[in-house]
């Protein structure tokens, strides 16, 4: 009897995971096509199991993101839509201004979380590329997993809105 169940329980697991990964498979097409369509080369893979459980490791050493993933789901979706917003301004920054290099003179957390991701406020060191200099204060949004790479007495790539220089982008650090 149990034997039987068993074997239920297997066949209905492996038709399942048959379902869920033709789904996927189908997904994954359209979501290639239509970044193909915007000009990116994407392809979603389907995880592997090892790929899961070093995902679930991750989440266990993320003490904040686990702590996002239990928000509401309404909650959740409006830090999204906030650390997206940030994303798209960087992305703006990035493609459309100035580019410049800059210290990081200091690096307070503001004590918030956005998607599991730390807010902190960075008091910053502008240079411009006709060598004018100028300090700014901007906040900044970024996983524990990298924040030591904003150390105060770091100096990295920048973008300034020339329109705005108060709106400075960090990017990587300069050796």
């Known amino acids: 009897m149990f034997k039987k169940i068993r074997d239920k329980i297997n066949d209905a697991t492996q038709q399942g995971m048959a379902r869920g990964q033709q789904d996927f498979q189908r997904h994954a097409e359209q979501f290639r096509q239509a970044a193909a369509a915007q000009g990116h080369d994407i392809t979603p893979q389907l995880p592997t199991p090892q790929l899961a459980a070093q995902a679930f490791r991750n989440l266990n050493a993320d003490p904040d993101m686990a702590a996002f993933l239990a928000l509401p789901m309404d909650e959740q979706l409006s830090q999204q839509r906030e650390l997206q917003a940030y994303g798209t301004e960087l992305r703006r920054l990035y493609d459309t201004c100035e580019p410049a290099t800059l210290v ?21 060191e ?42 400075v982008a960090v990017f990587g650090p300069i050796g």
């Open 104 to 124: 990081i003179r200091e690096l307070e957390p503001t004590g918030r979380k956005i998607a599991g991701q730390a807010q902190y406020t960075a008091t910053l």
């Open 126 to 167: 502008v240079t411009r590329a006709d060598g004018t200099t100028y300090g700014t204060v901007t906040s900044l949004i970024a996983p524990l997993a990298t924040i030591q790479q904003y150390a105060p007495g770091t100096r990295h790539e920048a973008r300034v809105d020339p329109a705005d220089p108060a709106k």
